[in-house]
C-alpha cells in the first residue's frame, strides 16, 4: 500500500450555528440503496424513520423541507449481478430500482426527491466534485494494493479480517463485519488525501458532539479518529469496472463507487449551482454498517472541497429475524411488500418504529408484530375511541361539554377531596397528556422515536383507564348531575385522542387520519404548532365543543390474525 507524507491542506471554512425556528431550511436524506437486490425491511426502517422525522417537522411548520432517497446504481457488484442475471447493468437497475420506488411509495414515504445515480444531472454533479478535489490538491496517482470486498465495494485492513473456509473448503479471508469475502488486489488508482483530515475532522467533532447521534456511535468515530487514517483509494482501473463513472481526463479510470454515492446528497439540492440554499442544513440517516462512509470519509471530502459537514448524522442499527442476521443464504430476509399486505401499511410502519432502537440491533418475528399492533393499535386505541363514540353513550354524536364543576382546574392533585367528581388519578391523567407533545417533539428531537411512541402508548393506557374507572355507560343520563359528569368523562376522553391522533400522524397517517376525521377536527386543526389540549380547563373555549362527529367508518384499526404461513410455527421463547 503506497503511503505518502502528510501534504496540509486549507483547513474547512469555519462552521455557522445552523438557524432554527420556522422557515428554517432542512434536507432529510435516507442512504441510497443498492439496486443489486429489492428492498429488504431494512432499507424501509432507513426511510420510515427519515419519513417519521420529516411528517413530524412539517406537522410542526418548521420551515421548507425535503425527504430525498433513491438508488446507488454503480459499481463492481451491480455490474456482477446483471451478469449473472444475464442482463445488462442499466436493465437491471431499472428494474430494481422501480421496486424500490414501489416500496418506498406503497408504504407511504413522503419522498420529495428520488435520486438514481445513473441521472445525468447525478453525475454532471460527481464529475464537478471531482474537478474540485482535483483543484484542491486532495488528489494524487498512486500504486494502490490491499484486500478488497466486492460486496461492501471497500477495502479492508487487516485488523478488520478473519480467516475462514469456503464452500469448496479451501481457507480464505473475510471481512470480520460483513463475513463476505475479500480478495488481494493491486491497482494503480487515484488516492484522496484522507489522512490530512484527521485533525479537521477530530476538530469537528469534538466542536459538535450532536452531529453524530446516538451517541455510541459518536464515541464510535471518535476512537476511529485516534488511530491514523490512511489515504482512501477513490477511483477503480476501467478494465475491471466498466459501470460506472469515468474519471473525468483519464478514460482507463472509473470514479469509486462510494464517493459517486455520496455526492448525491449534494446533486439533489443542485451541486454545484444551487446547492447553497440547502447545504449544510442537512440530516443523513444511515445504517451503522455504512456509518464509516459517512461520519468519516464523507465529511473529509466535503472539507476538501471547501463545504461544511452536514449537521446531523442519525444512525441506526439492523434488524435480526429471530436472532438471527438478514442473509440470502439463510433464506431469512424478510420482504416489506408481503409484510405490509399482511400487516396493512400503518401496522408495519407502527411495529418498526415502534419496536426500533437505533443504538441496538432489534428482532422481527411474526408473532411479536401481531402482540405489539393488536394490543396498541387495535385494542388500546381503536378500542378507545370506539367504546367513547359509541352512540349508546353519546348518542347525540357530537362533542360533550366540559363541566368545570365536575372537573375544578386545582393546582395540586392532592387538593381534590370534596372538590367536583374528579380523582387525583384523573389529575394525573391531565398532566401527562398536557406533557406530551413537548415530550414526543425533544424524542423526535433525539432520534429516539420509539421512546416517543413509547409515551403516547402509556398515557393511552391511562385514558382508558380513566374511561373505565368513571364506567360512564352506568351514569343516569335523565339525572342533570349525571349528565354533567358524562358529558365530561366523554369530552375527556375524545381531547385524549385529539392529541394521540394528532400526535401520531408521522407514524401512521392513514389510522391517525380516520381517528381524526371522527373526531371532526378538521386538517387545518391537525398541526403540531397550534395544539392546545383540553382549553375548557383553563377556563378558555375549546373549538370542538358542541361539534358533530365525523361519520363512523367502522373499527379503526382491525386486529391482525396469525396468517396460515405461520401456523405451523413454534412460539419464540
Same mark, same amino acid.
Given at each position: ?29 435516507? +442512504? ?5 437486490? +429489492? ?16 411528517? #413530524? ?226 440530516? #443523513? ?30 444512525? #441506526? ?152 374507572? #368513571? ?69 378558555? +373555549? ?32
Amino acid at each position: 500500500m503506497l503511503r505518502l507524507p502528510r501534504r496540509r491542506l486549507p483547513p474547512p471554512p469555519p462552521r455557522r450555528a445552523a438557524r432554527s425556528g420556522p422557515g428554517r431550511r432542512l434536507l432529510l436524506s435516507t +442512504p441510497i440503496f443498492y439496486a443489486n437486490g +429489492p428492498p429488504h425491511i431494512g432499507h424501509l426502517y432507513s426511510a420510515l424513520l427519515a419519513d417519521a422525522l420529516h411528517r #413530524h417537522r412539517g406537522l410542526r411548520g418548521a420551515g421548507p423541507g425535503r425527504l430525498s432517497t433513491g438508488t446507488d446504481e454503480h459499481g463492481l457488484k451491480i455490474q456482477q449481478a446483471a451478469a449473472a442475471a444475464g442482463t445488462s447493468p442499466p436493465e437491471l437497475c431499472e428494474r430494481v430500482s422501480g421496486l424500490f420506488r414501489q416500496a418506498l411509495a406503497q408504504a407511504g414515504v413522503s419522498f420529495t426527491d428520488f435520486t438514481r445515480t445513473s441521472q445525468p444531472r447525478h453525475q454532471r454533479a460527481v464529475q464537478r466534485f471531482w474537478g474540485a478535489l482535483r483543484a484542491g490538491g486532495a488528489l494524487y496517482k498512486g500504486s494502490y494494493e490491499g484486500w478488497y470486498c466486492t460486496a461492501e465495494e471497500c477495502f479492508l485492513p487487516e485488523s478488520q479480517l478473519a480467516e475462514r473456509r469456503d464452500a469448496q473448503g479451501r481457507p480464505c479471508k473475510v471481512s470480520l463485519e460483513s463475513g463476505h469475502q475479500v480478495h488481494w488486489t493491486k491497482e494503480e488508482n487515484y488516492m484522496f488525501r484522507l489522512s490530512a483530515f484527521q485533525d479537521p475532522l477530530w476538530k469537528w467533532l469534538r466542536e459538535n458532539p450532536h452531529a453524530i447521534s446516538p451517541d455510541p456511535f459518536y464515541q464510535l468515530v471518535l476512537r476511529w479518529l485516534e488511530e491514523d487514517l490512511p489515504d482512501l483509494s477513490v477511483s477503480r482501473e476501467s478494465s475491471r469496472l466498466q459501470w460506472g463513472i469515468p474519471v473525468p481526463g483519464d478514460p482507463t479510470q472509473t470514479i469509486y463507487v462510494w464517493v459517486d454515492a455520496l455526492v448525491n446528497y449534494l446533486s439533489v439540492v443542485g451541486y454545484p449551482v444551487a446547492h447553497g440554499e440547502w447545504w449544510p442544513a442537512v440530516h #443523513h440517516i444511515v445504517g451503522k454498517d455504512i456509518l464509516k462512509f459517512h461520519a468519516v470519509y464523507w465529511p473529509a471530502l466535503l472539507m476538501a472541497v471547501g463545504l461544511r459537514p452536514p449537521e446531523r448524522i442519525l444512525v #441506526h442499527s439492523h434488524w435480526t429475524v429471530r436472532g438471527q442476521k438478514m442473509s440470502k443464504s439463510l433464506g431469512n430476509v424478510v420482504d416489506p411488500f408481503s409484510c405490509m399486505e399482511q400487516y396493512t401499511v400503518d401496522g408495519f410502519r407502527y411495529f418498526l418504529l415502534r419496536q426500533g432502537v437505533p443504538e441496538r440491533d432489534c428482532d422481527y418475528y411474526h408473532e411479536k408484530v401481531l402482540k405489539v399492533v393488536n394490543s396498541e393499535l387495535a385494542d388500546a386505541l381503536g378500542g378507545l375511541l370506539n367504546r367513547s363514540t359509541a352512540l349508546s353513550i353519546n348518542p347525540s354524536n357530537t362533542y360533550p361539554c366540559f363541566s368545570e364543576s365536575c372537573f375544578p382546574n386545582i393546582s395540586d392533585s392532592r387538593e381534590t377531596k370534596g372538590t367536583g367528581r374528579a380523582s387525583a388519578e384523573d389529575y394525573e391523567l391531565l398532566a401527562s397528556v398536557a406533557s406530551l407533545p413537548l415530550q414526543v417533539a425533544g424524542y423526535f428531537e433525539g432520534f429516539q422515536i420509539y421512546k416517543a411512541l413509547e409515551c403516547i402508548t402509556l398515557c393511552v393506557r391511562q385514558t382508558n383507564s380513566f374511561f373505565q374507572r #368513571h364506567r360512564p355507560w352506568k351514569l343516569d343520563r335523565k339525572d342533570p348531575a349525571e349528565q354533567l359528569w358524562l358529558d365530561t368523562i366523554i369530552h375527556v376522553t375524545l381531547e385524549c385522542l385529539r392529541i394521540f391522533g394528532t400526535l401520531l400522524q408521522p407514524v401512521i397517517p392513514h389510522t391517525a387520519d380516520k381517528l381524526l376525521s371522527r373526531l371532526a377536527v378538521e386538517p387545518q386543526e391537525r398541526t403540531l404548532s397550534s395544539l392546545t389540549f383540553l382549553p375548557r380547563y383553563s377556563g378558555k +373555549p375549546c373549538p370542538f365543543e358542541g361539534r358533530q362527529l365525523g361519520p363512523d367508518n367502522g373499527v379503526l384499526f382491525h386486529r391482525l390474525e396469525k396468517s396460515r404461513e405461520h401456523q405451523g410455527e413454534t412460539k419464540k421463547p
